[in-house]
Nanobody, 121 residues
Framework: QVQLVESGGGLVQAGGSLRLSCAFS?????VGWFRQAPGKEREFVAA????????YYADSVKGRFTISRDNAKNMAWLEMNSLKPEDTAVYYC?????????????????WGQGTQVAVSS
């Protein structure tokens, strides 16, 4: 059974930065980050392949967020810069049993409990 634990969320002013961490146990392949704001559906943020050679980003975060991973440490990260109030949401780390990163939440098999990110204007 794969378990994912996110950390690193918090309150930050617009223009600031946060680094989210995802610690995973068990065998995982592609890893993705998603977010869900109050009253909205869960949306794709970024994803990375098993080797880290392929990364994908939502247009809304491209150029500001960076996803990375270290399989030796069983860790993945989401570096978030130039944060905006509209980035406020609960951020979730997810993993799937296949190597190809996907943008649809239904393609992921395992989920963390989420970490809150709040960006003030």
């Amino acid at each position: 059974q794969v378990q994912l634990v996110e950390s690193g969320g918090g309150l930050v002013q617009a223009g600031g930065s946060l680094r989210l961490s995802c610690a995973f146990s068990g065998r995982t392949f592609a890893v993705g980050w998603f977010r869900q704001a109050p009253g909205k559906e869960r949306e794709f943020v970024a994803a990375i392949s098993w080797t880290g050679s392929s990364t994908y980003y939502a247009d809304s975060v491209k150029g500001r967020f960076t996803i990375s991973r270290d399989n030796a440490k069983n860790m993945a990260w989401l570096e978030m810069n130039s944060l905006k109030p509209e980035d406020t949401a609960v951020y979730y780390c997810a993993a799937r049993r296949l190597a190809t990163p996907m943008q649809n939440p239904s393609d992921y098999n395992y989920w963390g409990q989420g970490t809150q990110v709040a960006v003030s204007s």
